[in-house]
């Protein structure tokens, strides 16, 4: 039987379409960095959502996009935004308590956890023997990539890798959700404006609750990284990935987030000028071959 058209897999659009989706959010993380000595993280988190959505709402009104009609959607744009919301709460506390490396491999269980969830949710987009065994091989690249986490030192570690732990089914909730509710029948940017407009508020108050503030003007380059997280990768990475769960096996793109990452690593040691260190090589490698192994023909 041939897979439904909601849970085909990846063509040579869709797949040069998300590699180049992974660049930009690795070069994102290189900006929330660049940017958050001057901007605190909720409060830079709320504050380009609260921007984007802006961005997207004049998009949508030039384009005549529908954002007001009753579709039934409310309920399931309103959970996706709290899970929106929830996902950078937890990713940005957690990290304060926890190890990058520690944060970073507990937060790509997600593509497991979408594996997982597909399997009940989305009939037709079900990983067989092979495609585990890619999606492993890809997870050991980003195991080798990071290194193995060392012993809890702290026991505020534990909690800050069980809010890790939370963001990636969070993000990983909000994938399965948007491929089997009805938000998979209206536009990516009406998905995208749910998720801005929840998560404003909840991150707004979660910057209140942990007394985030900004003390002086933030630098030019600040500003400019903060410019390239609200109006590319936001605006506009954030509305084609929607797109692009709503056309495509959803477990087979989750995959392909382990690229993120290593993009991350590479665009530090450009921008940054961050060591790459041979292991990574090593680590490339076997995402790539786990990628291959996901997404072979049957």
Known sequence: ?????????????????????????????????????????????????????????????????????????????????????????????????????????????????????????????????WQWMGLLLSFAGIVIAFGVPGPVSDPRQILGDLMLVGAALAWAATTLLIKATPLSRISPEKTLLYQLVISVPLLGIGALVFGERISAMPSALALGAFTYQTVWVVSVTFVVWFALIVRYSAARLSVFTFLAPLCGVT????????????????????????????????
């Open 267 to 298: 665009a530090g040691h450009f921008v940054l000028n961050e060591p790459l260190t041979p292991p990574f090589v090593i680590a490339a490698i076997l995402v790539a071959a786990g990628l291959i192994l996901v997404n072979r023909p049957g």
């Open 1 to 129: 039987m041939p897979p439904s058209p909601s849970s085909r897999p990846l063509d040579a659009v869709a797949i040069a379409v998300t590699i180049g989706l992974c660049v930009s959010w690795g070069f994102n993380n290189v900006a929330i960095k660049i940017a958050i000595h001057d901007i605190p993280p909720l409060i830079q988190s709320s504050t380009r959502s609260l921007l984007a959505a802006f961005l997207v709402g004049a998009w949508c009104r030039l384009r005549a996009i529908a954002l007001f009609e009753r579709d039934g959607t409310l309920a399931a744009g309103a959970f996706a935004g709290v899970l929106f919301a929830l996902e950078f709460l937890l990713i940005y506390r957690g990290l304060a308590w926890t190890t990058v490396t520690r944060g970073t491999l507990f937060l790509y269980l997600a593509p497991f956890f979408v594996v997982i969830g597909s399997r009940w949710l989305i009939p037709g987009d079900r990983f067989h023997l």
